[in-house]
């Protein structure tokens, strides 16, 4: 389980044609307080750690994983919001982030608002019901406040510090995202359905 408040950016070093789809990803993390089997957030996706090395670590993607989110399109010095997973007693400064990708949404527009940017997105027409405004939503494994929604199109601020801390400040019109739902509105919704 993550926050969202990403704590690094990392860069695809390697990545490995097999069918496990190891990747190799940078790190400024010391690797030597990294277990292996350990989970990383990886823009977004919950990772497995499967090897490691000073400066880096290893994760595999399964084809489900490639399939749900942006990973297939990973390349050598692809730029990835890292989180290591949330610890007892750490503060919560985002909301609860389970990486578990539900699906990609779509750049639609990236409009500079003074120090900040704005992103309109458009999500995927089965996850739409869940995004509502001022809700909250993982872009990329950043936890971010839904400022409205217009159908399968919601908008967001990514402020000046997340612009900078995080691979969003980059991100731009065709850009595809992690899209993750907050996982109170995925169970209410699931509850609500059994009750009809």
């Given at each position: 389980?993550?926050?969202?408040i990403?704590?690094?950016?990392?860069?695809?070093?390697?990545?490995?044609?097999?069918?496990?789809?190891?990747i190799?990803?940078?790190?400024?993390?010391?690797?030597?307080?990294?277990?292996?089997?350990a989970?990383?957030?990886?823009?977004?996706?919950?990772?497995?750690?499967?090897?490691?090395?000073?400066?880096?670590?290893?994760?595999?993607?399964?084809?489900?994983?490639?399939?749900?989110?942006t990973?297939?399109?990973?390349?050598?010095?692809?730029?990835?919001?890292?989180?290591?997973?949330?610890?007892?007693g750490?503060?919560?400064?985002?909301?609860?982030?389970?990486?578990?990708?539900?699906?990609?949404?779509?750049?639609i527009?990236?409009?500079?608002?003074?120090?900040?940017?704005?992103?309109?997105?458009?999500?995927?027409?089965?996850?739409?019901?869940?995004?509502?405004?001022?809700?909250?939503?993982?872009?990329?494994?950043?936890?971010?406040?839904?400022?409205?929604?217009?159908?399968?199109?919601?908008?967001?601020?990514?402020?000046?510090?997340?612009?900078?801390?995080?691979?969003?400040?980059?991100?731009?019109?065709?850009?595809?995202?992690?899209?993750?739902?907050?996982?109170?509105?995925?169970?209410?919704?699931?509850?609500?359905e059994?009750?009809?």
């Open positions: 389980m993550f926050t969202g990403v704590t690094e950016i990392g860069e695809v070093r390697a990545i490995a044609d097999r069918a496990d789809g190891r190799e990803i940078t790190t400024a993390m010391d690797t030597a307080e990294i277990a292996i089997g989970s990383i957030s990886c823009s977004g996706a919950c990772l497995s750690v499967i090897d490691k090395g000073p400066g880096w670590f290893a994760v595999a993607a399964s084809a489900e994983t490639r399939a749900k989110t990973l297939a399109e990973w390349t050598q010095g692809t730029r990835v919001n890292l989180e290591r997973p949330l610890r007892s750490d503060e919560l400064g985002g909301h609860i982030v389970l990486g578990h990708v539900d699906g990609t949404a779509k750049v527009a990236a409009t500079p608002a003074d120090e900040s940017l704005r992103l309109d997105l458009d999500s995927p027409a089965e996850l739409a019901r869940f995004i509502a405004p001022k809700g909250s939503v993982a872009i990329d494994g950043v936890s971010m406040t839904v400022n409205e929604v217009d159908g399968c199109r919601f908008g967001v601020n990514v402020i000046a510090h997340t612009r900078a801390a995080t691979v969003l400040g980059a991100r731009a019109v065709g850009d595809s995202v992690n899209l993750e739902i907050d996982v109170l509105a995925r169970y209410l919704a699931r509850l609500l059994e009750r009809m």
